[in-house]
């Protein structure tokens, strides 16, 4: 597994949009499947928020963000993304990308992927 770099986070009014950006320290992660968590102030759980296959075939998001959150991926520019539109106050928390190849979107869905390393991530504060 690489460690994760998060970019886009920042302070933002209910209703606004935000993009978050994700690559890796050192080798490239074209074929990890990878996955955008958060971590809400005073929480100590990760949560999954959505996730992309390694071949952008499979997404998946948990329902509060539907139809809100957007993820994608560019492997030949080794970036991900998370767009995120009428953002709301619960959604602020610190956000990171992970991933590798043997952890698959379902099991991120789940709430079983169990990574070891985790990068910095990106604050997200959206005031109401």
């Known amino acids: 597994q690489v460690r994760m770099v998060e970019s886009g986070g920042g302070l933002v009014q209910s209703g606004g949009s935000l993009t978050l950006s994700c690559t890796t320290e050192?080798?490239?992660?074209?074929?990890?499947?990878i996955g955008w968590f958060r971590q809400a102030p005073g929480k100590e759980e990760r949560e999954f928020v959505a996730?992309?296959?390694?071949?952008?075939?499979?997404?998946s998001y948990i329902d509060s963000v539907k139809g809100r959150f957007t993820i994608s991926r560019d492997n030949a520019a080794n970036m991900a993304y998370l767009e995120m539109r009428d953002l709301k106050p619960e959604d602020t928390a610190t956000y990171f990308c992970?991933?590798?190849?043997?952890?698959?979107?379902?099991?991120?869905?789940?709430?079983?992927?169990?990574?070891?390393?985790w990068g910095q991530g990106t604050q997200v504060t959206v005031s109401s």
């Open positions: 992970n991933g590798d190849t043997t952890t698959s979107v379902a099991t991120m869905v789940s709430g079983r992927a169990a990574f070891d390393l």
């Open positions: 050192g080798p490239p992660f074209t074929y990890y499947n």
């Open positions: 996730g992309i296959s390694w071949s952008s075939a499979r997404r």
